[in-house]
C-alpha cells in the first residue's frame, strides 16, 4: 500500500489513498475517480451545496458491494460541514454538505461514485426547489424511450406552461426536472402534479407508459416515477458519476438532444472525459433549474 498524498485544494488539505486502485471493470482508477470530481466541482457544487447529501460509496469497486452512506463520516476533516436531515426513530441525523472542490475531493477519496441530493435545501427541507420526473425503462425498453416520453411530457407542461429541463440518469433512464423556487411550493404538491402527468400520459399511451410501481406492470413500458418528489427521497445529482461498468454520468441534455435520441439517433450516454468537454463547450446546461421560478397549477377542487 502506498503512502498517502496530501494536497492543498483551496487551503484545505485533502488527504488521498491508493490512487492507483481500479473503481471501474473499464480500468478508470481512483485517481481519475478524484481528478473527475475536482474538475467538475466548479459547475456541479452549485447543484449539490446546501443540501443533505447522500454518497453511495464502491470502496471495492463499482463492480463490489457499494453502499449508502447517509450519516457523515465520522472520520470526515473539520472543514466538511454538516447539516441535520430525514433520520431515524431517533430523530434527524448529520449529512454532509459538499460545499467546495475540497469536498468533491475528499467525497471521491472515499469511493463516493455516486452522489444523491434532495430536491430540498436543508434550510428549509418542507420545501422543494424544483419538481422532478424520473422515467425508468422497464424491459424491452431504452432511453429513447424514455425520451419520447419526456417530450410528450414537456407538451403537457407547455399547457400549464412550465419547463423543463432533461438530464440523463447516467445509467438507463432519464430525468425532467421542473424548477420551482417558489417558497410556496410544497413535496406533496410537487408529487401530486407529477403523478398526474404521468396518469395522462398513461391514459394518452397505455401500451407505453405506467405510474404503477409493481416491476410487473413494467415490461414494455417507461414507468413514470412520480414518487421522487416526496420528503426523503434523493435523486442522482447533476453531473454525478455513476457505478456502471464504465464512468457514466448523470448529464444535463438540451431538448435537441432529446429529441435527436427519440428519434434513435443519439444514445445519449456520456463519460467523465465527454462530461468535462461538454462544459467547456456549453457551461453548465442545468443552471436556470437553481434560478427559474415556477409555480405549480393549484389542484382541482
Not at 489513498?17 to 473503481?23: H, S
Not at 472520520?75 to 436531515?85: F, I, K, Q, S, Y
Not at 425508468?136 to 423543463?164: H, W, Y
Amino acid at each position: 500500500m502506498s503512502a498517502p498524498t496530501i494536497v492543498d485544494i483551496e487551503g484545505h488539505e485533502v488527504r488521498l489513498t491508493n490512487l492507483d486502485k481500479v473503481l471501474y471493470p473499464s480500468g478508470f482508477t481512483k485517481a481519475e475517480v478524484i481528478d473527475y470530481h475536482v474538475r467538475v466541482a466548479p459547475t456541479a457544487v452549485a447543484h449539490l451545496a446546501g443540501r443533505c447529501m447522500t454518497f453511495r460509496r464502491f470502496p471495492d469497486g463499482t463492480d463490489g458491494d457499494g453502499f449508502f452512506e447517509k450519516r457523515c463520516n465520522r472520520h470526515r476533516p473539520d472543514w466538511v460541514p454538516v447539516a441535520l436531515g430525514p433520520g431515524d426513530r431517533r430523530g434527524g441525523i448529520e449529512y454532509c454538505r459538499v460545499e467546495d472542490t475540497a469536498t468533491m475531493a475528499w467525497a471521491g477519496n472515499l469511493a463516493a461514485i455516486e452522489l444523491h441530493a434532495p430536491m430540498a435545501l436543508a434550510s428549509d427541507l418542507d420545501t422543494p426547489r424544483a419538481l422532478v420526473f424520473d422515467f425508468d425503462p422497464g424491459p424491452d425498453t431504452s432511453v429513447v424511450e424514455c425520451c419520447q416520453i419526456a417530450l410528450a411530457t414537456q407538451t403537457i407542461l407547455d399547457a400549464v406552461s412550465l419547463r423543463g429541463w432533461c438530464k440523463t440518469s447516467g445509467s438507463k433512464g432519464l430525468q425532467m426536472y421542473v424548477p420551482l423556487n417558489d417558497d410556496a411550493a410544497t413535496h406533496q404538491a410537487a408529487a401530486d402534479f407529477a403523478l398526474a402527468c404521468g396518469q395522462v400520459l398513461e391514459r394518452q399511451m397505455s401500451e407505453r407508459v405506467t405510474t404503477v410501481m409493481a416491476k410487473v406492470a413494467r415490461p414494455g413500458k417507461i414507468f413514470v416515477d412520480w414518487s421522487q418528489n416526496a420528503h426523503h427521497k434523493t435523486t442522482i445529482a447533476p453531473y454525478s458519476l455513476r457505478a456502471r461498468s464504465r464512468p457514466t454520468v448523470s448529464t444535463p441534455v438540451t431538448w435537441d438532444e432529446v429529441e435527436s435520441c427519440a428519434s434513435g439517433d443519439d444514445p445519449l450516454v456520456f463519460e467523465a472525459p465527454d462530461v468535462l468537454t461538454r462544459i467547456d463547450e456549453h457551461g453548465d446546461l442545468f443552471a436556470e433549474v437553481l434560478s427559474v421560478q415556477q409555480e405549480l397549477p393549484a389542484p382541482r377542487k
